[in-house]
Structure formats: C-alpha cells, structure tokens
C-alpha cells in the first residue's frame, strides 16, 4: 500500500540555522499538508497546498516558513531561521478526494538547541 | 473558526471494560475523524464520518457522529492492552485541513 514518506527521521539543528524537511506524497493525491506536534500537545495545522501554491496556512506559518514542490515529487517544508519553540514533531500529510481520508507521513522529529 | 475538544483527557481502563470518548465541536464539520497515535509515532487513521447518524466499527472500536448535537463518540468494547495509544478526534471544514482535539490517552490495566 503507497505511503507518505518523509526524510529525515530526525533533525537536530542549532537556533537560528535553516532546515529543511522533506516529503514525498502518495502520487495520485492531489491535497498536501504539513502539521506540527509539540511533544506531549495536540497536532496543529500548518499550511495545506494544492495545485502548487499555499491554499491555506495558519497563524504559526508565519514568514519564517516555506512550503514548495520544487519538482513535482517532492514537498517541502523550509524553516528559515529556527527557534527554540519549533522543536516538534512534524507531519506531512495527503488527502485522497475518492476516500475522504487524510494519510499522515512517519514524521520528523526536529530538535533546536 | 472550528474548535474541537475532547474528554476526558487521561482514561485508565481494565480489560474487559466498556468506556467512551467524546469529543465535542464548536462549528459545522464536513467530516469528523478519528486516530489512534503510539508514543513517538505517527497518526493512524481509525474512522471517517461523513453524515449525522453514521457509525462505523472495527474490532473493538466504534465510532459515531450526531451533527445536530456536535458530538462525536469513541466506544471501546472490552478493552484489551493493545488498544493502550493516544487516540484524536478531528473536525475538518476544508478539504483536509484538520482541526484536533487535545487527544485521549487510554492506558488499559490487566
């Protein structure tokens, strides 16, 4: 059964420094998100995309982040400048039309220190 | 904006027994999902509810969704250790952007 997969496992990165966190969606799926988990907390919604640009995003995307498919595979997720407070786990996802379900990636865990 | 809340938070269970989860929304949701998470894993897809009314089970689990009330249920049916994980609710008013509950997490005693 296809999956969403997503490099790397883990990110260990020192404040201030960029990452970058990759996925690689379910190919037919149309519909992409990317969620963060704070340890212990709920998941919260980052930004969604869909025909190659941002269709919604939420007030924690802020300027500091960036989403793009730079070759029609992969999906990215770009923290500029991290923070201390961006140590979390997080979730690519993909959302299938036909099955009304969303398909969440293993995840990555980043730590700023 | 869509809120979703759940309780309880923190559910300790014996084997054999019967429990709910409930998860409450603020706004209409086109779709309301259940996941179970393992510590330090990702999010499993248990159930999708589509319409009021709708209910759908697997195994032990099932889940129900009454529009009118905002009110989504969890039943687990003669717990088992292997149901201990953090289980989700969530409300969805887009096509999938999701908006969570704070999570369940049932620990099943023998």
């Known amino acids: 059964e296809p999956e969403v997969t997503q490099t790397p496992s883990h990110q260990v990165t020192q404040m201030g420094q960029e990452v970058i966190l990759r996925c690689v969606p379910i190919s037919n799926h149309l519909y992409f998100y990317w969620y963060r988990q704070i340890l212990g907390q709920k998941v919260e919604f980052l930004v969604s995309f869909y025909n190659n640009e941002i269709s919604e995003k939420s007030e924690i995307f802020d300027d500091q982040f960036s989403v793009e498919r730079p070759d029609g595979s992969n999906f990215t997720l770009k923290i500029r400048s991290t923070k201390l407070e961006d140590s979390a786990m997080y979730f690519c996802a993909t959302y299938l039309v036909s099955t009304d379900t969303q398909y969440f990636g293993p995840g990555t865990r980043l730590t700023v220190l | 904006e869509l809120k979703v809340e759940q309780n309880p938070l923190f559910l ?94 049932l620990t099943v005693k023998p």
């Not at chain 2, 248990?46 to 989504?72: C, H, I, P, W, Y």
């Open chain 2, 12 to 105: 300790s269970m014996q084997e054999g027994k019967n429990y709910t989860i409930y998860c409450n929304y603020s706004t209409t949701s086109d779709r309301l999902y259940w996941y179970r998470q393992d510590p330090g894993k990702s999010l499993e897809s248990l159930f999708v509810l589509l319409s009021n009314g709708a209910v759908k089970q697997e195994g032990r689990l099932m889940a129900s969704l009454d529009t009118k009330a905002r009110l989504s249920t969890l039943h687990i049916t003669a717990a088992v250790h292997d149901l201990s994980a953090t289980y989700f609710c969530a409300g969805n008013t887009n096509a999938g952007k999701s908006t969570f509950g704070d999570g369940t997490t």
